[in-house]
Nanobody, 122 residues
Framework: QVQLVESGGGLVQTGGSLRLSCASS????????MGWYRQAPGKEREFVAA????????YYADSVKGRFTISRGNAENTVFLQMNSLKPEDTAIYYC???????????????WGQGTQVTVSS
């Protein structure tokens, strides 16, 4: 079992930064590749970023490439999402997920956090 709890969301102006955290209370956290997703009002949940269980091979959605950075600290059972140069279109609930890579692509697993709201004002 993996329980995930996101934090770090909030209200920020365009061009600002936030750092999201996703903490796990499960003992098997370090075995999972991890991903971040987001869901804006009226839209489907979309992929944002992912990282392997070793902390390597991070990759990003085109919409956030160059602005967001995913990292993890297995000793702390935590994965992070540093978000810079935020735009109003980044406004969404952000969720972390424990899943896996196959053939270089991240596939979400069944473990999700409850989400943290990010609002970017123009």
């Amino acid at each position: 079992q993996v329980q995930l709890v996101e934090s770090g969301g909030g209200l920020v102006q365009t061009g600002g930064s936030l750092r999201l955290s996703c903490a796990s209370s499960g003992r098997t956290f370090s075995r999972y590749d991890m991903g971040w997703y987001r869901q804006a009002p009226g839209k489907e949940r979309e992929f944002v970023a992912a990282i392997t269980w070793t902390g390597g091979r991070p990759y990003y959605a085109d919409s956030v490439k160059g602005r967001f950075t995913i990292s993890r600290g297995n000793a702390e059972n935590t994965v992070f999402l540093q978000m810079n140069s935020l735009k109003p279109e980044d406004t969404a609930i952000y969720y972390c997920n424990a899943g896996g890579y196959r053939s270089g692509t991240y596939y979400p697993g069944t473990y999700w956090g409850q989400g943290t709201q990010v609002t970017v004002s123009s």
